[in-house]
């Protein structure tokens, strides 16, 4: 769903740029809170939380180039709003596909630059607050199980498909450059969209569900579904010693205090690691047997004449325009490489992103516990 340039007038264009500046700055601060456990997981969670989040931006961005057929020569990618907010957090959801679009943009010309506000209101906004919304929603109604996170993820990912190409169009009734008729054009997005919805929700669910399936503490979404394993001192037991519960119990007034043993810390190394070999498996190999068709704005823009007037992309002569290298003629390989180099790109980025927000975010709680201290 990525807008090139020409679809939307200027007025519009630099109106949508504005919400999305808006809405990356409150992001900025949020992502802050969220990268530094503040409010579910504490500090612990924040350690993994960083480098997962430059793992999330890189593989949405390997996971949006495997276009999948939908209808009759149309396909659909991944727009990895809801993925995102699931995992890491909806502030940090919109930065991850916000750095996505970025890079698309500036290395492989893939959605306009002066399109660029209207993309990430779009796809980055409009999704995560959707999905994120309706994902609270459900895990506060759904028993409280691991398989309750994953449903909400599938319905929530469903939904904010649609949603977006409701928001392309609105945007487009304001400030279109073709005259072409808006309930023709809200009809054909969304019913397309819902189609290639039912694709984002299942890469959405499976994703959620393997990640929670060997480490549910890294899934932000899944956060206090359960309860760290407590020590309670026995009455019966010898002074020294203790017995793990599981469950909360009361104990005799007679007995000693119940000790609290913080849960050991795991390295999220190995899911980090996993991860990237996914993403460079998506982008630099199973890409090539994507599908060809266009997706579905492309599709929807060709047949309502939405694209009467695009201009051509100010980066069109990239070395990495249409996630191909110049001069490598062999499209297997071309492919493979763009791709390979765009994961590394947006992992580069979307890491050092986070990782230096953390460290504000901790340099800036520095001084706030000396002056409590001090009091």
């Not at 939908?70 to 907010?85: D, E, Y």
């Not at 793990?244 to 000693?256: N, Y």
């Not at 499209?331 to 927000?357: H, K, Y």
Request: glycine share 10%; hydrophobic share 50%; aromatic share 6%.
């Amino acid at each position: 769903m990525h807008v090139p340039d020409g679809f939307i007038n200027a007025p519009v264009s630099v109106a949508a740029g504005a919400v999305a500046a808006v809405a990356v700055a409150v992001s900025l601060r949020g992502a802050r809170r969220e990268l530094a456990g503040a409010g579910q997981g504490g500090a612990a969670a924040a350690e993994r939380t960083a480098p997962l989040a430059g793992l999330v931006a890189a593989f949405i961005f390997a996971v949006q180039m495997l276009n999948f057929p939908v209808a009759a020569g149309t396909s659909g990618h991944l727009l990895g709003g809801a993925l995102a907010a699931i995992l890491v957090g909806p502030y940090t959801g919109v930065l991850c596909v916000s750095v996505v679009l970025l890079m698309q943009g500036v290395l492989f010309a893939d959605g306009g630059l002066t399109a660029l506000g209207v993309n990430i209101t779009d796809m980055a906004i409009v999704t995560t607050v959707v999905a994120y919304a309706l994902f609270r929603g459900l895990v506060k109604v759904l028993p409280r199980r691991r398989r309750s996170i994953t449903v909400a993820s599938f319905v929530s990912a469903l939904v904010s498909v649609p949603a977006a190409a409701v928001a392309f169009t609105a945007l487009y009734a304001l400030g279109g450059t073709a005259d072409v008729a808006i309930d023709k054009v809200f009809t054909a997005m969304v019913g397309v969209h819902v189609l290639i919805g039912i694709g984002e929700a299942a890469i959405t669910a499976l994703t959620v569900g393997a990640v929670i399936a060997v480490r549910p503490d890294l899934v932000y979404g899944a956060r206090g579904l359960t309860k760290p394993l407590e020590l309670r001192t026995s009455p019966l037991a010898s002074p020294g010693t203790a017995e793990p519960a599981v469950a909360a119990t009361t104990a005799p007034a007679t007995a000693p205090a119940p000790t609290a043993v913080a849960a050991p810390r795991r390295s999220a190394r190995r899911v980090w690691l996993a991860g990237v070999a996914a993403a460079l498996v998506c982008a630099g190999g199973v890409s090539y047997y994507a599908s060809a068709s266009p997706d579905g704005l492309e599709k929807v823009a060709h047949d309502q004449g939405i694209d009467a007037k695009t201009k051509d992309h100010a980066t069109k002569d990239s070395p990495l325009a249409d996630y191909s290298v110049k001069d490598i003629t062999d499209p297997r390989l071309s492919g493979g490489l763009a791709g390979v180099i765009g994961v590394g790109a947006t992992l580069a980025v979307g890491t050092g992103v986070f990782v230096f927000l953390r460290r504000r975010r901790n340099t800036g709680a520095q001084p706030a516990a000396r002056q409590t201290e001090n009091v």
